[in-house]
């Protein structure tokens, strides 16, 4: 099995940063993609961020040039850095990671979610 486990999340004002951490862990044989998705109240689930295959990154519109998506592999974690953030980047954030492990003799791929974190941009 595998978990993911967010922090950073809380209170900030507008124009504030924050930082956010996803750290996977279990049994994993393989990461082939992982990132951010937020939801807000009343909307749907949106990505914001991610690693995908190939190494390459994927932003959503509204946050590019404002937040930076990085990780470290040795620790199978990535990171959300939201700079110069606004009201409407108010959302649960969600980590997400398409995960192959292992169990025993055999390998399965699964598309895992964190708890996901509150982030709050208010004066």
């Known amino acids: 099995q595998v978990q993911l486990v967010e922090s950073g999340g809380g209170l900030v004002q507008p124009g504030g940063s924050l930082r956010l951490s996803c750290a996977a862990s279990?049994?994993?044989?393989?990461?082939?993609?992982m990132g951010w998705h937020r939801q807000a109240p009343g909307q749907q689930r949106e990505l914001v961020a991610a690693?995908?295959?190939?190494?390459?990154?994927n932003y959503a519109d509204s946050v590019k040039g404002r937040f930076t998506i990085s990780r470290d592999n040795a620790k199978d974690t990535v990171y959300l850095q939201m700079n110069s953030l606004k009201p409407e980047d108010t959302a649960v954030y969600y980590c997400n990671a398409d995960i192959t492990y292992s169990s025993g003799s055999y390998f399965r791929r699964y598309d895992y979610w964190g708890q996901g974190t509150q982030v709050t941009v208010s004066s």
């Open positions: 279990g049994s994993i044989f393989s990461i082939h993609a």
């Open positions: 690693f995908i295959s190939g190494g390459s990154t």
